[in-house]
């Protein structure tokens, strides 16, 4: 499986990929890359602008099999910045999860997973490895260091985190990806250039965390809407 940062066949650049990119060269781009996944007989996570329902595009990731086969499809829910809110528009739609040569696995992307909730439903519906595309600029070293380690810890899943580096359009990247364990355990890490990080990853470790702590079982998902509908507003 390769993963890739977010936008990455096209650049992050919001303002400028709604100014400028061709959007009827997509499918193409697409193909392309189903291409390199039969060519090479890898699974690939890219990211790449898709047709919202208001007209407007998403921000969008898609898993393909060896094969090239588009296995799952996911759009950003939780835009960052003002950038990103004037060139897309939000998506709604829960992470899906599908079965990729036996790992039950699920996609984010960037902003996405700074939220406990939406690691969270996406374990609770199966996920056993989440991918992450992302675009994360330098100055925000404790969530790739920190947060996402405790996404995996809290919610007993593999992540894989796949962020730039260097400059582009006015944005210097932090670089350091990670791939963290369903323990919290750091598998691989890169620095602040770019790199190639290989991990290995299993079912086991993610079914003895959740036998050995029950916390996605021991939720008391009632309990909190009600703690949520009674918090005072504003």
């Known amino acids: 499986m390769l993963l890739t940062p977010e936008l990455f066949p096209v650049g992050y ?3 400028r990929l709604h100014a ?27 990211s790449l602008p898709a047709p919202a329902a208001d007209g407007g595009w998403h921000i969008s990731a898609t898993l393909l099999d060896a094969h090239g086969t588009v296995l799952l499809d996911y759009g950003k829910v939780h835009l960052f910045g003002e950038e990103e809110r004037k060139a897309f528009s939000a998506a709604q739609a829960a992470p899906g999860v599908v079965d990729f040569n036996g ?19 996406a ?9 992450v595309p992302t675009a994360l600029s330098a100055g925000f070293e404790t969530v790739p260091q920190v947060l996402i380690r405790a996404r995996a810890l809290e919610s007993q899943l593999n992540v894989a985190y796949a962020n730039h580096s260097g400059h582009e359009d006015g944005c210097d990247f932090l670089g350091g990806s990670v791939v963290a364990g369903p323990d919290g355990s750091l598998l ?33 998902p009632e309990l909190y809407r009600e703690w949520e509908g009674s918090a005072p507003k504003g």
């Open 13 to 15: 650049a919001p303002l």
């Open 20 to 46: 400028e990119l061709d959007f009827a060269t997509l499918p193409s781009i697409r193909e392309r890359l189903a291409d390199i996944a039969r060519t090479h007989g890898i699974g690939l996570v890219y």
């Open 103 to 121: 790992i039950k696995t699920s996609l984010l992307i960037c902003y996405d997973v700074e939220f406990p909730e939406s690691v969270r439903a």
């Open 123 to 131: 374990a609770t519906r199966g996920a056993e490895l989440l991918l």
């Open 188 to 220: 691989a890490a890169a620095g602040d250039g770019a790199a190639l990080l290989f991990a290995e990853i299993s079912t086991e470790r993610v079914n003895e965390a959740r036998e050995q702590v029950p916390y996605l079982r021991e939720r008391r």
